[in-house]
């Protein structure tokens, strides 16, 4: 058997140290391999050899790998490996590379086969993109939480449903509701949070201790890929976050593996995380390749479409904080990584990255100097977006540049607009709630923000329970609040998402998100009466989005760039969405040949008090 070539792991370039390292079963036992340099003994202990410290020792080579063979251990079999350590002490600890895990509060690793047959989604895998001239709907979810165990989300007549302790959802509970729901509110992607184990319920995933296990909460591994193969078959694409930054401390893991800091970094002060985990050393050539063969794990295994990377403000500078500099050992990994993956799949997966600084260059090419991202989350549009609706809408006439700010930067950068899980969580309260004023003003002021963010170039990402207008934040312990629909307002808000979504999901104005030419300010500064209104341009069609943020309605003249009719295709205050209009009879606007806000062209249009409204018009010839 020829030898494989471990140049590329310890020169940190090595996308596929999964199928060297870990345990791998044949017809005969299980191989297991594992680097730790600096430890004195390693033994694998596990059912198969009734957890004897003795019986199957691992011999190490000359780069600090161990290895051994133990015949008749066999997939479904727990085991751990008792590591003397550099000082001398003698620890249990799980397989870095391990493919499952037992479901907390244990955390063996099982030995696992992930040969599967059954994918049948080829066709998907040949046409998938980044996505950039086409449709981008991210539906951000919690697999466990989505709903609740032992209800289906259109049976649902009682708000007192919730998980049993330690009974989640699995995947095959709700892959066809999860497919109907997707379509129904035309999201062309789900994004999961971290589906690797963790100890920790919450800390939803994102501290993580097995890269590579699929955590035992959600099914199996096989499990997980039939779940991506329905949505693929069904046309959804799926994302998962991926968190390279940092890991549990917890004493089975990663934390001082061989009894020295071979994952984390020397210093202490290096090390240690605000979220009290271990930061990686992301200078370790070893680490490299150990973080970009999950990354390559998930994609080529599961064949998910994409990775959104958690905290990469954290890897760009020492400790997120800009103040300390640039962090060039791990933003030389975050190039590397990319430019491989990239590679390796050909430009048809997608590398998203959560990125809350203001460092250049996040989503260019490597091969220019930049970082290597397909996409940025602008947090900045969703915090000033967010802080201008809080507001009293007598005081928002001082803070118009809240909703104007971002388009002077967007096209720095391919953004995301996200209102995601951090947003309606730990007393931020939901998206509905954060607005200013009564029950029926908050609804009203969210349609309207709705509007405002599918109208506004970016693809968008929306986390579950958005499209319900819940009011409860998120709990990973409780399926979403699905009675809401027996409610009038909810149910009309359901309705207004479903209708506003499909309209900007079928007309390539709304494609083309990153061309400066699709968008174009009308009225960016009319803040005594908190109006603004823009216009996207695509191949046939003009829309024009008229918002009005005050609890004023106003007949108002805006300019518009040709003549004809504008229809008016979506009205945020039409009673079917819960709005004060009883006429839901769409108007339709003859534009008259006069300028105005340096367009040759004028309509007048009254737009509702925190309200929204979208026009249409198809261009001349």
């Known amino acids: ?142 697999v466990g939480s989505w709903r609740d165990k032992n209800t289906r989300v259109e049976e649902i007549d009682s708000d007192e449903e919730q998980n049993e302790e330690g009974l989640f959802v699995h995947y095959s509970d709700i892959v066809e509701e999860l497919i109907v729901h997707c379509k129904k509110y035309h999201f062309t992607h789900v994004e999961v949070m971290p589906l690797s184990e963790f100890p920790f319920d919450g800390s939803w995933g994102y501290q993580v201790s097995g890269f590579f296990s699929v955590t035992s909460r959600y099914g199996t591994p096989i499990e997980l890929k039939e779940f991506v193969n329905r949505l ?58 150990f973080l970009m063969s999950a990354a390559n794990y998930w994609l080529r295994e599961y064949h998910f479409d994409g990775l959104r990377m958690d905290a990469i403000s954290n890897a760009i500078f020492w400790k997120g904080n800009k103040m300390m500099g640039e962090n060039k050992g791990a933003t ?135 499209e319900l207008g819940m009011l409860r934040e998120w709990d990973e312990q409780k399926g979403c609040d699905w009675f809401l629909r027996k409610y009038p307002m909810h149910a009309s808000f359901e309705k207004f998402f479903q209708d506003m979504t499909g309209i900007c999901e079928e007309n390539d104005a709304f494609f083309y998100g990153y061309d400066p030419m699709n968008f174009q300010w009308i009225n960016a500064d009319d803040s005594d009466h908190n109006t603004f209104s823009f216009m996207r341009k695509g191949s046939k069609d003009i829309y024009v989005f008229l918002l009005n943020f005050s609890t004023n309605s106003y007949k108002l003249q805006f300019g518009v760039p040709c003549g004809g009719v504008y229809h008016e295709m979506l009205n945020t205050q039409w009673a079917k969405y819960g709005g004060n209009l009883t006429s839901e009879t769409p108007r339709d606007i003859r534009a008259f040949r006069l300028p105005l806000m340096n367009q040759p062209w004028r309509i007048s249009c009254s737009v509702p008090a925190l309200g929204a409204v979208i026009l249409k018009v198809t261009r001349p010839e």
């Open 332 to 466: 030389d990994f975050i190039k590397r990584m990319n430019f491989m993956l990239n590679s390796e799949y050909q430009g048809k997966i997608m590398l998203i990255a959560e990125d809350s600084t203001d460092f250049p260059n996040v989503c260019k090419s490597t091969l220019d100097g930049g970082l290597g991202f397909d996409y940025k989350w602008d947090l900045g549009w969703m915090n000033d977006t967010l802080k201008y609706l809080k507001l009293d809408p007598i005081y928002r006439k001082w803070h118009q540049n809240d909703i104007t700010f971002s388009m002077a930067y967007f096209y720095s950068e391919r953004f995301i607009l996200p209102l995601s899980h951090d947003e309606v969580v730990h007393g931020k309260a939901t998206i509905v709630d954060k607005m200013w004023g009564s029950y029926e003003d908050k609804f009203a002021q969210a349609r309207a923000l709705y509007t405002y963010m599918y109208g506004h170039p970016g693809k968008k990402l929306n986390f579950m329970g958005n």
């Open 232 to 289: 693929h078959n069904a046309g959804i694409g799926v994302i998962m976050d991926f968190v390279p930054v940092h890991f549990v401390k917890d004493a089975y893991a990663l934390a001082h593996y061989d009894g020295t800091p071979l994952y984390e970094y020397s210093k202490p002060e290096d090390a240690n995380s605000e979220w009290g985990t271990s930061n990686f050393d992301l200078w370790k050539e070893t680490v490299r390749s």
């Open 1 to 142: 058997m020829k030898k494989p070539d471990l140049t590329p792991f310890f020169q940190g370039r090595e996308l596929n140290a999964y199928t060297f390292f870990g345990a791998h079963p044949d017809k005969n036992g299980t191989e297991f391999k594992v680097y730790a340099p600096n430890a004195k003994e390693i033994a694998v202990i596990g059912d198969f050899n009734s957890w004897d410290g003795k019986a199957d020792p691992m011999t190490k080579d000359d780069n600090g790998i161990w290895s051994a063979v133990v015949k008749g251990a066999k997939p479904g079999q727990a085991y751990l490996y008792r590591i003397t350590q550099a000082g001398g002490e003698v620890v249990n600890k799980i397989d870095p590379f391990a493919f499952q895990a037992k479901l907390r509060p244990d955390h063996d690793s099982i030995i696992t086969d992930l040969s599967f047959d059954g994918w049948t989604d080829q066709e998907w895998m040949d046409r998938r993109n980044k996505c950039f001239n086409s449709p981008l709907s991210i539906y951000e979810m919690n």
